[in-house]
């Protein structure tokens, strides 16, 4: 089923920061969708539908959050999909518009974490993800020898192990892909870490797994983003053609039987369930089989550790599958090169608080697209023969597992100028932070706003 065409017309984001406890889900949550809101010129009392994803929360959290705005009675449903769930919700609200169900929807994730590796929240029972760590555990004895360290990395860490037997490569070209990511963050005043690590810094810093150091791997974040998705009349009847971001196409897909029938550590950590969404999405934007990719010019993808960042160039379709190291090696993966993957530093450096991450990807490629990101921007997107401009492209993973893949573009009708998100919120927040204000808040609640919630709401 086709459907209609749906548009990022709204964007927020708090800083990403260590998760100390310091600032709540639901005051997070408030900050994001009140930038959003502003920067689509709207009030909440537009949103029709409204999907919030989180991990580490009691249900209902996203009612808690989005209360302060309104109580206007739409249906907020909570999103739990591990490190996939910003995305998922985003899935969601734009199948609300897409297929017809409203006008304009919002996509919020937030995440309040503990310091440290993942862990479960439920060790009365048994780990969605322990037959992911059966599986490698098998797969370490038989194929790749024998790793150590938490979880995640280690199951990463093997994909990464795989691909270095199959094709080549080597734990410099995972220090490479951390430094560039690393580096790229100093442009980001939302990022968690702004070092610049230069590869050698990387390679030093402490050991992990067998392939990860410390600095190949996505800490713990606190933070909070928001999505706002709306059909094109929508984006007509708001005046938005000078910021509206088109969704060409989005997927989102789960394991296939080789995850666990197969013996591939890379299929262990979504590998084929990735490359199969990227196909379809591609499929969906109309190109054939493998086509596409060279018009795609800005990518965030999920580099929880540098290792699937390594292993996912493939899985999309930017290089052949025993190309990426070489990818990694003629810098076609940050400025000057074919592609500039992770302009705002990704996981690894921005942070991964695992319910805003997939939207943070999104509001970052939002920015691109927009040609609003300052420092962070990417030169040439817009120097095409077609005047929409090249394609931003959005990955987003969780094990367990799922997948989002976006294809983001600007429209035919797009034109820059005028009064835009910049204008009502008084700076550009593509590239500058600044915490909100009631005032700001004040702008876009609803009529319905409750003087009691309000009252207790912590900007």
């Not at 998760?19 to 029709?48: F, N, S």
């Not at 897909?253 to 666990?260: E, K, L």
């Not at 969906?284 to 390594?310: K, M, P, S, W, Y």
């Not at 204008?423 to 500058?432: K, M």
Request: net charge negative; aromatic share 8%.
């Amino acid at each position: 089923m086709k459907g209609r065409r749906t548009f990022l017309i709204g964007a927020g984001c708090t800083v990403f920061i260590k998760p100390r406890a310091t600032r709540t889900p639901e005051d997070m949550g408030l900050e994001a969708a009140t930038k959003a809101l502003l920067d689509a010129g709207i009030t909440y009392d537009e949103v029709e539908s409204a999907f919030v994803g989180y991990c580490y929360g009691d249900s209902t959290t996203g009612q808690r959050a989005l209360y302060n705005l309104g109580l206007t009675y739409i249906p907020i449903i909570n999103v739990n999909n591990n490190c996939s769930t910003g995305s998922s919700a985003l899935y969601q609200a734009n199948n609300s518009v897409k297929y017809g169900q409203v006008e304009c929807s919002l996509a919020l994730g937030f995440e309040q974490m503990r310091p440290g590796s993942l862990g479960t929240n439920f060790p009365d029972r048994p780990s969605p993800i322990t037959l992911f760590n059966k599986k490698m555990e098998e797969l370490e004895r038989e194929e790749f020898g024998l790793n150590h360290g938490p979880g995640a990395p280690r199951l990463f860490s093997n994909g990464a192990q795989e691909y270095f037997m199959k094709y080549g490569g080597n734990i410099e070209h995972l220090a490479k892909i951390a430094s560039k990511n690393h580096k790229h963050s100093l442009n980001n005043p939302y990022s968690q870490f702004r070092d610049g690590w230069s590869t050698e810094q990387v390679m030093a810093a402490p050991k992990i797994t067998n392939q990860l150091t410390k600095f190949m791997c996505s800490p713990t974040s606190d933070g909070a983003a928001c999505c706002i998705v709306a059909s094109e009349h929508f984006v007509h009847a708001h005046g938005l053609e000078n910021q509206a971001i088109e969704i060409v196409a989005q997927a989102l897909t789960t394991d296939g039987p080789g995850t666990f029938d197969g013996r591939s550590a890379m299929d262990v950590v979504g590998y084929s369930m990735t490359k199969e969404c990227a196909n379809r999405v591609f499929t969906e934007a109309g190109f054939t089989e493998g086509e596409g990719r060279d018009q795609v010019g800005v990518i965030e993808l999920h580099d929880c550790f540098a290792a699937n960042e390594l292993i996912t160039y493939s899985a999309l379709g930017l290089c052949g599958e025993a190309e990426a190291h070489k990818l990694v090696d003629r810098g076609d993966n940050t400025y000057g090169g074919k592609f500039v993957v992770n302009p705002s530093g990704g996981l690894e450096a921005k942070g991964h608080p695992l319910g805003a991450t997939g939207l943070g990807m999104h509001f970052y490629i939002m920015m691109q697209l927009r040609d609003w990101a300052g420092p962070m921007q990417v030169l040439g997107l817009f120097n095409t023969l077609d005047e929409r401009g090249k394609f931003g492209l959005v990955h987003n993973v969780g094990l367990g597992g799922a997948v989002v893949v976006s294809l983001l573009r600007r429209p035919e009708f797009y034109k820059p100028g005028g009064a835009d998100g910049r204008t009502r919120l008084g700076y550009n927040h593509a590239h500058e932070y600044r915490s909100i204000t009631m005032a700001d808040v004040d702008r876009v609640k609803s009529k319905n706003a409750s003087p009691y919630i309000l009252h207790h709401a912590k900007l």
